[in-house]
Every structure is written in C-alpha cells, then in structure tokens.
T-cell receptor, first 116, second 110 residues
Framework: ETGVTQTPRHLVMGMTNKKSLKCEQH?????MYWYKQSAKKPLELMFV???????ENNSVPSRFSPECPNSSHLFLHLHTLQPEDSALYLC???????????????FGNGTRLTVT | RKEVEQDPGPFNVPEGATVAFNCTYS??????FFWYRQDCRKEPKLLMS???SGNEDGRFTAQLNRASQYISLLIRDSKLSDSATYLC???????????FGAGTQVVVTP
C-alpha cells in the first residue's frame, strides 16, 4: 500500500465516547499533520509532528490529543467531543522535517466525523 | 481580513472554454504558493506550485503577482474532469503554517 491511509473513513460518536483516528504514511516522509476541514471553511491546521516530535499545536482544545509513536504513524485521540467538532479530519505528510514547509503535502482520504 | 481569500464560485464553464480565478493573500512576507485540487468528498491533492516567474503545466497556468498580493490559476480547454474545488495555499511562516483558502468551485459542463 502506498501514500497516506486513514482509518476509519467514517465515525459517528456520542459526546461521552472515546475514539481514535489513525493515520499511516508509506512515503518515508519526516513530517505529519492533522487538519480539520469544516464545510465551506478553509482547512485548519491542528498539529504538526516532525521526526516524531510535536512542533506545532494550533490552539486546539485538549479534547483532541495527538500521538506520534514513530515517523510513519499518527493518531488523534478524541474524548468528550462537541457537536461542532463534526468535520472531515485529514492527515497529511510532507518530506521536509526542518520546518521550511516548501515540500508539498500528501493527504490521506480523511475521516468524516459526526458527533451526536 | 482573512489571510487567504478566494471567490467561492461556482464558476460554470462550458467544456473547452477557458476559466481563470484569483486568490489574494494578506501577508506580504508570504514565501511559497501552491494550488491544490479537491474533488467532492475526497482529499486535497497538489496541482502545482506557483513560482515568481509564473509556470505552466499542460492546460494549467499559474501566476504570482507580489505587488498586488495575489496568485491566479488559468485552465485552458476545460475538461469535464476539471470539475473540482481549487484551493489556494500560501506559506507564510515555518512549521506547516500553510494558510489554505476556502476554495473556488469550478463546474465544467458538457
């Protein structure tokens, strides 16, 4: 399998549930990202990991908790979410690990999350 | 003012026609510029980077105007498969500080 894969594709969860989103990249990239995409809004950067270290946390509420156990895997742990957290969550990776940001992002196909 | 602004469209384009649209950015220190394409219910994919001298990739031409702080995308000889949302992306700072526009929807009709 190649590219960036995300699971699950769809997730419905209640406000008291705990769930995790998984992302795996097979591109040998050094940086991985979580983005949130709400309808008709720009993609919002949530977290950036470079070489397994978190280098950016874009003022994301603590009910979202990322984990990067190695350079190929990224998780987003979810707990006590709100209905307004319903969105498409996209994982991405890029070659650069030094923060220059010049390398293009390769996105996974996303997890469509619905919070009821 | 939004950091990156795009006309949401939709731009309805007859097959074979030319369509062009712009994206404005607010930070004059912006360094790198990209166009991504996102099909309905799919993930964004890089279409092309935008260079200072302008660049062309087949039927797609991207231009950068630093003085007026906008980039443009022109699609010639539109195909039905060009129907998508085109995202303007601007790098202003390091660490994934890629600022995405909300996208311009293009609908190519037979």
């Amino acid at each position: 399998e190649t590219g960036v894969t995300q699971t699950p594709r769809h997730l419905v969860m209640g406000m008291t549930n705990k769930k995790s989103l998984k992302c795996e990249q097979h591109l040998g990239h050094n940086a991985m990202y979580w983005y949130k995409q709400s309808a008709k809004k720009p993609l919002e950067l949530m977290f950036v990991y470079s070489l397994e270290e978190r280098v950016e946390n874009n003022s994301v509420p603590s009910r979202f908790s990322p984990e990067c156990p190695n350079s190929s895997h990224l998780f987003l742990h979810l707990h006590t979410l709100q209905p307004e957290d319903s969105a498409l969550y996209l994982c991405a990776s890029s070659q650069d690990g030094d923060g220059t940001g010049g390398s293009p992002l390769h996105f996974g196909n996303g997890t469509r999350l619905t919070v009821t | 003012r939004k950091e990156v602004e795009q006309d949401p469209g939709p731009f309805n384009v007859p097959e074979g026609a030319t369509v062009a649209f712009n994206c404005t950015y607010s930070n004059s220190a912006s360094q790198s510029f990209f166009w991504y394409r996102q099909d309905c219910r799919k993930e964004p994919k890089l279409l092309m980077s935008v260079y200072s001298s302008g660049n062309e990739d087949g039927r797609f031409t991207a231009q950068l105007n630093r003085a007026s702080q906008y980039i443009s995308l022109l699609i010639r000889d539109s195909k039905l498969s060009d129907s998508a949302t085109y995202l303007c992306v601007v790098l202003t700072d390091s660490w994934g500080k890629l600022q995405f526009g909300a996208g311009t929807q293009v609908v190519v009709t037979p």
